[in-house]
């Protein structure tokens, strides 16, 4: 991981400034954006009912609640633009369902009134909020906050397909089925474990396709070895994972004399031919988002937030901080129409690196094809009696000192697959497949479809789309799971005991206790 390559410097944002928490005014008012979602959601399924795919409705759908996903302050402008949106577009989808489709039903929501103030949307928010606190048991509330966390996983990760020039229009149903069916009646806990383990596997397997389109569009990826030095010049930082985004940064800067770098788990791209074709695409800048503060107050020039992936940023970047998204935070450029004008022009202004430094490089990036068949072999032919797979090794020097040990006293006649760099032995397979959660679940599904022995999943980390990978592998009975302290940001401790309740999924302990239940020692 990136992070791992400076295992020193534990600087973390949400520790030094408190600023990964969401206030109760947000929290107020993504409360009323939902009933604003489950409302157009109605429409969206009785339009599909006839045959009718509205695409501005979709739209607004599928980035409203993938703005949902960044975890930051929403603005009185911000919930102002979702807001005007959703009071424009709707009317124009229920004149189309009244005039094509005959149809007069309305969802029975009780929405705010469009005339009220933003302190008026806050309290309605919060009185929405209370009464699921009073409805609704604490258990079938954790399992409605799973679902609602997979609903924006599959809303990006189908946003992401359609980039690639592909059809989603299956997974865009089941969002406008999965939102109807939270509108009609509250569920029992059975039907909502149901209900997200069904959901669960569809934004798996939708996750399979997206790393399908990308070797498509980009190559068969592979192993690469990727700078992390800077050169002399104009420069620009690319933050996140959405990669079809990159590829048009480069395009619009490839002729002016601009270096590029990648930051987080947008090095990814690296790993790709297609990428490397790029001359303007240097490399890596920084130790990651949990860094970020050090890491963009140094970068010397624009950074670009591709879709999907904002999070909290200082005021002190403003002016220097854009992204392309649907909705943004406090001190980001929002870039219209795709026109990188105001950033070439930002680039131009910047001072960029005076001379530049040489830094470690590190390497990213996995062979699916190679990886799946090496696993193949290893199972026809070794004689294993299960499978340890470890997604991540870990970024402090306690979670490293856990997978040491624990890949130390594991058994030899356990197959350890490890997602990670590591050493490896004969009973260990290390595939780097780091930052890249798409290339992580397309291998776990491969190898859940050639192995037939019991599976252990050990995920420490999490990540807003990882939870369908959990969930999904939970649901194949052949599957243990054990989970590590999570980001609470994306996943909170009531949803972590939740977990742990209804999808028999374990916590990591100790090396010895947790390989003692691996291998069913009482």
């Not at 501005?56 to 979702?82: D, P, Q, W």
């Not at 959660?437 to 019991?454: D, S």
Request: charge should be negative.
């Amino acid at each position: 991981m990136v992070n791992e390559k400076h295992e020193d410097y534990q600087y973390n944002r949400c520790i030094s400034r408190g600023i990964c928490s969401i206030n109760p005014a947000t929290a107020s008012l993504q409360e009323v954006i939902l009933l604003y979602l489950k409302y157009a959601s109605f429409y969206g399924l009785k339009l599909e009912e006839c045959g009718i795919k509205d695409k501005r409705l979709k739209n607004f759908i599928l980035n409203t609640i993938a703005v949902l996903s960044s975890n930051y302050e929403i603005s009185e402008a911000n919930f102002g633009m979702i807001n005007s949106t959703f009071q424009t577009e709707l009317p124009k989808s229920i004149k189309y369902y009244n005039e094509a489709c005959g149809g007069t039903e309305k969802p029975d929501i009780n929405l705010p009134s469009e005339q009220t103030e933003l302190n008026e949307y806050i309290r309605f928010g919060e009185k929405e909020f209370n009464k699921k606190l009073q409805n609704i048991e604490n258990d079938e509330r954790n399992l409605y906050r799973i679902l609602f966390i997979l609903i924006k996983s599959i809303c990006i990760n189908i946003l992401v397909y359609e980039s690639y020039e592909h059809s989603a229009d299956e997974e865009i149903l089941s969002v406008y089925k999965v939102l109807n069916l939270i509108n009609t009646q509250e569920k029992s806990k059975d039907e909502l474990k149901k209900l997200i383990l069904d959901f669960a596997e569809k934004d798996s397997n939708l996750m399979t396709k997206i790393s399908i389109a990308r070797e498509e569009r980009y190559g068969e990826q592979d192993e690469h070895t990727v700078s992390f030095s800077t050169t002399k010049g104009k420069a620009v930082l690319v933050v996140g994972s959405n990669i079809r985004e990159l590829e048009q940064i480069l395009d619009v800067f490839k002729d002016k004399n601009t270096d590029i770098y990648t930051h987080d788990n947008m090095i990814i791209a690296h790993s790709f031919p297609k990428f490397r074709e790029y001359k303007n695409l240097k490399g890596q800048f920084g130790q990651g988002m949990e860094n970020c503060l050090l890491d963009f107050s140094t970068f010397p020039g624009p950074i670009i937030f591709t879709r999907y992936s904002l999070f909290n940023v200082e005021n002190l970047y403003r002016g220097r901080l854009f992204t392309t998204d649907f909705s943004y935070s406090k001190g980001v450029i929002k870039i219209e129409n795709n026109d990188f004008t105001e950033v070439i022009k930002t680039t131009e202004e910047s001072k960029g690196f005076k001379t530049g430094k040489v830094c470690e490089p590190e390497t990213v990036g996995f062979s699916f094809g190679k990886a799946a068949e090496k696993i193949k072999n290893s199972l026809e032919y070794g004689s294993y009696t299960q499978v340890v797979i470890i997604a991540s090794e870990g970024y402090t020097n306690e979670e490293k000192e856990y997978f040491s040990t624990l890949l130390k006293h594991l058994p030899e006649n356990i197959l350890v697959i490890s997602l990670n760099c590591c050493k490896p032995k004969s009973n260990v397979i290390c595939i780097n497949a780091s930052n890249d959660i798409y290339g992580t679940n397309r291998l776990i599904n491969e190898i859940f479809k050639i192995c037939r022995k019991k599976i252990t999943l050990i995920y420490p980390h999490s990540d807003r789309h990882i939870l369908s990978v959990i969930i999904n592998s939970a649901g194949h009975e052949q599957c243990e799971v054990f989970l590590g302290n999570w980001n609470r940001t994306v996943i909170n401790p009531n949803i972590t005991d939740c977990l742990k309740a209804d999808f028999s999924v374990s916590g990591i302990t100790t090396p010895k206790n947790d390989i003692n239940k691996i291998l069913n020692v009482k």
